[in-house]
Every structure is written in C-alpha cells, then in structure tokens.
C-alpha cells in the first residue's frame, strides 16, 4: 500500500547545487540556515528552544533511482546501500542532526545544514543524547577507515 508524507515546511540553505556542498553536518559547522514550517505547526514548536540539537527528516526531493551497491563520498569500494548515507534510495529520506540557533515564531535558525535549498521538511525531532546516542555505539564499520574525513569532504554533485 502506497504512502503519502505531507511536507511541514521548507529548508533554506546556502545550497543550491550538490557539487561543492558538505556531505554530513559535522562538514557544514557554521553553515547557517532556517526551516520554515507552514504556520499551522507553530504551536508545535513550543518548548523547542530549549534543545540544543534538532533532528531533521526530509525528502530528497531530487534524488531519483538507487542501486544497491555504491560507492560513497567517503570511499573508492563499492558499499552496500544501506550501510552508507547516499541519497539515492528506495524511499529518499534524508535525516540530519543540526544545532538550533533560536526559534522565531514558525522558523528555525539552524546551523550544520547539509541539504539542498529548497529541501521539503518532513519533521523536526528534538536531540536528546541520552535517546539518540546507545550505550556502548562505537562500531562504524569501513567509516573507521575514513577517521575524520566527513569533516573535510564536499560532494562531488553525484546524487550516488
């Protein structure tokens, strides 16, 4: 049976190509942008500003295909889909974990963002690391190779 997902907003980023972007907020530290939701979820956004981190779901609106074995940005072998965080998949939601900045009215001022300008907003979730982050997570498969490379790393315009 077929979804549907209503956007809330919008994401506004600096963004307007792939190629050059970051490819993980880590890479985007200082990268301003806003989410500006539709103004019947304001009301929703109460308490919100005492959050320091908000997690983003959203659509990667122009992203198309997948295949199941890519290479990633971070790599040169060719990866199974779904232990990498490529773009192109069989439902392309997008997921980023972003420092919030303040909350003005239906707006989020956000810095780390990482996505295309444009980018249709499926949900806001607030970051609480006691929830987000398990105990004993340490294992990060081949990106152990990679160290601190998403940090540098800029998308080379390929949705893959």
Not at 21 to 26: D, G, L, N
Not at 85 to 97: D, F, H, T, V
């Amino acid at each position: 049976m077929p979804w549907s997902l209503d956007p809330i907003g919008t994401l506004r980023t600096p963004h307007t190509d792939p190629a050059g972007m970051p490819i993980q907020p880590p890479g985007a530290a200082g990268v301003a942008g806003t989410a500006e939701l539709d103004t019947e979820y304001t009301a929703g956004l109460a308490d919100l500003d005492g959050f320091s981190h908000v997690i983003l779901v959203y659509l990667f609106d122009r992203a198309s295909g997948f295949d199941l074995a890519v290479v990633p940005f971070l790599d040169t072998t060719p990866r199974g889909l779904f232990s990498t965080r490529a773009p192109r998949r069989p439902n392309p939601i997008g997921l980023s974990i972003v420092r919030l900045v303040r909350v003005d009215g239906a707006v989020l001022h956000l810095d780390g963002v990482d996505m295309l300008d444009g980018t249709p907003l499926l949900d806001v979730k607030p970051f609480v690391p006691a929830f987000d982050v398990p105990d004993g997570a340490c294992r990060t498969g081949w990106l152990e190779d990679v160290g601190d490379g998403a940090r540098k790393r800029r998308s080379d315009g390929r949705f893959g």
